[in-house]
């Protein structure tokens, strides 16, 4: 078995493809000195290295590569033509950590590895160049006395123990910069770290190469097990056993002068997408000098340089002096980085983020990787790149990351402003967007301003009006599924949900966060997609959806197979969802129809009615306006069919449990307060999402499934007049056994029937149902014998499967995943390994029974990439997702079927 793979000097052991066993900087490195690109020898030691480490300890590790490492470090000889700790022509080496996806947590990269008292004037008599040597060995010893021996600060607002010593000269010999010490300064702080290492440590700071480089390559192996890295990896799901790579590889100085510097890299503008080559460089600086921002680093290009400039106000004599361009000042190396960018590129076909380093007038490359970009970028890209026929069709597809598609879809805060904001806490990211407005805490006092933040300690159903005028919806209670969640992510509305730093007093309508109050009226910001929630106002800009953006939806409909419709309760919402795309429509909650203010008097009569007399009365007032609500989503979908669900949830939810409006709905109804008040205990429950909800309402009350089905046909028939196509699909919620089904689709037909007769007209509809609770998808293939369809609610079908109430889960689910009990939100991403099977199990058998049985999702999974896919695969008809969401179940449909 192989564990150090070599590379440099046009070949390799290893290639690109190796990014497992090498790490993905190791496996680039390889692959570039493979295609002919000047990368400085060296070799990596194999992930596998670092688990045969944490397994079988130090020495027997070191035992088991010594020869290898011998012999790699004598081919890094050959090619440099010096020696691994020789005084006279002496090779240094870097030691760098690469895991195979880049991980925060692991170690730093450790610089000029070999050196010592005696290897430093061997360096400066041979560069000809003390100074180098000296600030080379300074930087060593700081950096393998901090990421090895630990040389930290010692607590959270202390100084880096080096840093404090150069302060102190610099204090002293009253300069400012590093590069104002002497020679002399140099050889003195060398001394002074060397010191402060023996104080801290009691150990001499090591002079022998080969024990400073075993140090650090342990050192790299440890830091795969550091805190850090393990928060990280639990937090993405990266299984331990991945463990790091380590990167031996030959110096190449920036340092060495004016002819030297370093610099970094990309082939496109990872902010906009745009073609342009772009990046900075510093002259005569090493390592990350250019990412520390002590001096101003300037840019590759003349056209950055100058946009550069106008941004920054320099003016252009100041601009071609002060800080050229690499273009100017270094024409020809210039041309020559321009030429790898492009090779790279091409050979890679991704925008690529590099990292070089010019030493004495030569270029060497030291990384490139696929480079990180925004959604906007990522979408321009991919299909640039297909134009430019560097990727084919399914390519630039499979190049979109779905849930980066949202960045598109709603309003943003400008970047920059975003730099100088003030984070006063964090919830959780529950519909993204940004959002700017004057604190309320009362969703009738939404419109109290212009621009408001509905400030709640959580929402309800009641509150959807004021929802829907908010600009944003911050709760302190409650999850990513939580009512505030879900109706803003339908909304397309920024929410940020959960923050329980926020202490929010309704009587003094205040909202108190680390001992700061804030009252209505003060504005914050709210950035939905971080769950930052920001002190003032922060600038926000429009999404733009550009051309590339309506081409790439294009190309996705190309090859999905799978259809995606949209959850939406108005027209309007309707209408957006259209625009993104949406085939039809897989889900409206008619419950959403009665919470508008007229309305909901009509509902609460409805509910306090004792008799089946005074229920139909108020039904009747009702069926005009659900009527016009169906009329209005029928004609927004022109003719693409539209599941209607019957009325859901709770009846409790409609009343009222204030006094005062307790009050108002005795006297509206002319009923006494006592009355009111005792129906309303009536009707409370002690588990109201197991209680009397979903179909147990039509089938106890069948007079309201009677008006609701009216309705919907009388809506179909009035459309038709008007020579527009409506297909409903009316939806049975939250069966079981197949005789609740059963009596409902009886009182649908049987109502159908009727007012076809009235009208003298007919319409097609199909009668359906859904699918979530357990018992009904383990009876699937009866309930097939009589519904024409069905949609998978995953939301309650999770909810019953885990016993996990939705309202509660808040409590625990978080606790859950840090401890790595659930790896994310099954309310979130479907659970494939559980649920999962109902999905399965309910859909083959509803097709054993009904072969071309339609069957689909409509919860919140619907708009969730990797739930698409598994709905792909059950081979689902359609997902259903909230209309902002519909673009991203678009591209995931597509991917699943690529
Ligand atoms: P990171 O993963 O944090 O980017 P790197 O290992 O890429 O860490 O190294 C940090 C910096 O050190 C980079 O700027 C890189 O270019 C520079 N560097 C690493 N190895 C060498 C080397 N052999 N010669 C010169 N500079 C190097
Ligand atoms: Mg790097
Ligand atoms: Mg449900």
Redesign the pocket.
């Not at 090493?286 to 990412?291: K, P, R, Y």
């Given at each position: 078995k192989t564990r150090v793979y070599k590379f440099g000097n046009k070949t390799a052991d290893g290639n690109s493809k190796m990014k497992n066993l090498l790490g993905g900087?190791g496996a680039n490195l390889a692959e570039m000195s493979l295609i002919g690109i000047p990368v400085?020898p060296?070799f990596t030691i194999t992930t596998e290295v670092c688990t045969e480490y944490n397994l079988l300890g130090q020495e027997a590790v070191v035992n088991m590569i010594l020869p290898e490492v011998e012999q790699s470090v004598a081919n890094i000889e050959t090619i440099m033509d010096a020696k691994f700790g020789d005084a006279e022509n002496p090779l240094l080496?870097?030691v760098?950590?690469?895991a195979r996806v880049?991980m925060p947590g692991?170690m730093?990269?450790v610089?000029n590895l070999g050196l010592n008292d005696e290897v430093v004037l061997g360096l400066a008599k041979r560069t000809n160049n003390e100074r180098f040597a000296w600030d080379s060995y300074r930087r060593f010893i700081q950096m393998y006395g901090d990421v090895v021996l630990g040389m930290k600060p010692e607590s959270k607002d202390d100084i880096d123990p080096f840093e404090e010593i150069m302060e102190a000269l610099k204090h002293k010999r009253n300069i400012q910069l590093d590069t104002e010490f002497t020679i002399q300064d140099l050889k003195d702080l060398v001394y002074d770290f060397k010191e402060a290492v023996k104080k801290r440590t009691g150990h001499d700071f090591p002079t022998n190469p080969w024990d400073q480089l075993w140090g650090a390559v342990i050192a790299v192996f440890n830091s795969w097990n550091s805190d850090r890295a393990i928060y990280y990896r639990k937090m993405h799901g990266y299984p331990s056993d991945w463990g790091t790579a380590v990167?031996v590889?030959?110096?190449?100085?920036?340092n060495m002068g004016d002819n030297s510097g370093?610099g970094?890299c990309f082939t496109r503008d990872a902010g906009t997408g745009e073609d342009v080559f772009n990046g900075e460089y510093l002259i005569n600086a090493?390592?990350?000098?250019?990412?520390a921002g002590t001096r101003t680093p300037q840019q590759i290009t003349k056209l950055g340089s100058l946009r550069w400039a106008e941004l920054a106000k320099v003016e252009e004599e100041d601009r071609a002096k002060n800080y050229p361009s690499l273009e100017e000042l270094m024409p020809s190396i210039y041309k020559e980085l321009n030429d790898y960018q492009q090779k790279l590129e091409d050979h890679y076909k991704d925008m690529q983020d590099m990292?070089?380093?010019i030493?004495d007038g030569k270029l060497?490359m030291?990384?490139t990787r696929n480079g990180k970009r925004t959604g906007a970028a990522m979408v321009k890209i991919a299909m640039d790149m297909l134009k430019q026929g560097l990727i084919d069709e399914k390519q630039a597809l499979l190049r979109i990351e779905p849930n980066k598609l949202d960045e598109l879809l709603h309003p943003v805060f400008d970047p920059k402003a975003l730099k100088r904001a003030h984070v006063i806490a964090q919830g959780l990211p529950a519909s993204p967007g940004a959002a700017t407005g004057q604190i309320v805490f009362f969703a009738d006092e939404a419109d109290k301003y212009k621009y408001t933040i509905l400030t709640r300690i959580e929402t309800s159903p009641e509150d959807l009006e004021g929802m829907n005028v908010a600009r944003g919806i911050l709760t302190a209670r409650g999850g990513m599924t939580s009512h505030a969640a879900v109706v803003a992510r339908g909304m397309g509305k920024c929410c940020v949900s959960g923050a329980g730093a926020l202490k929010i007093n309704y009587k003094t309508r205040t909202l108190t966060v680390d001992g700061k109050e804030y009252h209505e009226g003060d504005w914050i910001s709210l950035n939905g997609s971080t769950g930052n929630i920001i002190e003032g106002k922060v600038a926000t800009s429009e999404p733009e959806l550009s051309g590339e953006f309506a081409e790439l939806m294009k190309l996705s409909d190309k090859y999905a197979t799978m259809q995606v419709r949209t959850n939406a309760d108005t027209p309007k919402d309707a209408k957006i969802a259209r625009t993104f795309g949406a085939q039809g429509i897989g889900l409206t909650r008619t419950e959403h129809m009665f919470f508008e203010v007229d309305r909901i008097k009509a509902m609460r009569e409805m509910i306090l009615a004792d008799t089946v007399k005074g229920r139909k009365h108020a039904l009747e007032q009702l069926l005009p306006m659900q009527r016009e609500d169906f009329e209005g989503i029928f004609e927004a979908m022109q003719g693409l069919p539209v599941t209607v669900r019957l009325l859901d949830p709770p009846l409790h939810e409609f009343v009222p449990h204030q006094l005062i409006q307790q009050k108002e709905l005795a006297e509206d109804m002319h009923i006494s307060l006592e009355a009111v008040k005792s129906k309303i205990s009536e009707l409370e429950e002690f588990n109201p999402m197991l209680g009397h909800r979903g179909c147990r309402l039509g089938n106890t009350y069948p007079e309201i499934t009677e008006m609701q089905a009216r309705a919907i046909i009388e809506a179909a028939l009035n459309l038709k007049a008007k020579g527009i196509v409506a297909k409903p699909e009316i939806m049975v919620p939250l069966i079981g056994t197949i005789q609740e089904f059963e009596m409902q689709e009886g009182i649908i037909r049987s109502t159908a029937e009727k007012v076809f007769e009235e009208y003298g007209d007919t319409i097609e509809y199909l009668v359906g149902t859904m699918i979530e609770i357990p018992r009904a998808a383990l009876t699937a293939d009866l309930i097939a014998e009589k519904a024409e369809f069905f949609s998978f609610g995953t939301n309650d079908l999770t909810q019953m499967t885990f016993g996990y109430s939705r309202d509660d889960a808040g409590k625990f689910l978080p606790i859950y995943i840090e401890k790595g009990i659930l790896k994310v939100d099954p309310f979130e991403v479907l659970d494939q390994e559980g649920v999962g099977q109902l999905v399965k199990m309910g859909t083959e058998k509803g097709r054993s029974t009904k072969p071309n049985l339609k069957v689909g999702i409509c919860g919140e999974h619907g708009g969730e990439p990797s739930s698409v896919e598994f709905c792909y695969n059950t081979g689902m008809n359609y997902v259903s997702c909230s209309p902002y969401r519909v673009p991203i179940a678009r591209i995931a449909s597509a991917q699943a079927a690529i």
């Open positions: 900087k400085p060296g080496v870097s760098r950590s690469g880049s692991m730093d990269t610089l990167n590889q030959a110096m190449v100085y920036g370093t970094v090493q390592g990350e000098d250019v990412v990292e070089f380093t030493q060497w030291l990384q």
